[in-house]
């Protein structure tokens, strides 16, 4: 018998390991060192605004163990929204159990289920094969598109 694993909406009380696996994820992904404050602080605006963004975590034994977070992109070519896949994280110990896999589905069952939803994206490091073989087994294709970004 495998896992048992509940995927939920994230809520308030959650953010203080929403906040810890993201610095987690700066960390292993990028090697930044986020200001915990900070990313605390932007952690429950959005858990208090879903016009912000929606976080989604999996549940082992009463444990959040993994994360994932969406935020919108209006598409007018395709008049309906993007979901963008951002912060996810599960933890070491979790991995390679099929934690990301039923948060990805969640998030995808909604987009297949709601007409007003035209897709779902995410970006990964260039460097990341793992992730982006992850991603491919899912169902999912490299866009073509590069992004850039300005940071302030």
């Known amino acids: 018998m495998g896992i048992k694993m509940k995927i939920r909406k994230a809520t308030i009380g959650d953010t203080d390991i929403i906040a810890e696996y993201n610095y987690r994820l700066a960390k292993e992904t990028e090697n930044k060192m986020l200001d915990k404050a900070v990313l605390k602080a932007g ?9 912000k963004g929606v976080y989604y975590v999996c ?7 993994g994360q994932i977070m969406y935020t919108y992109e209006w598409s007018d070519w395709r008049n309906g929204l993007f979901l963008w896949i951002q912060s996810v994280y599960v933890d070491a110990g979790f991995r390679k159990q099929g934690v990301f896999k039923a948060l990805y589905n969640a998030i995808k069952v909604m987009c297949d289920n709601s007409e007003g939803i035209a897709g779902l994206r995410l970006y990964v490091e260039k460097e990341n094969d793992d992730a982006q073989r992850t991603y491919e087994a899912l169902g999912m294709k490299a866009s073509g598109y590069l992004i850039y970004e300005y940071e302030k």
């Not at 549940?59 to 163990?65: A, F, N, P």
């Open 59 to 65: 549940e082992i034994d009463g444990k959040v163990v």
């Open 43 to 51: 952690v429950g605006k959005l858990l208090e605004d879903e016009n």
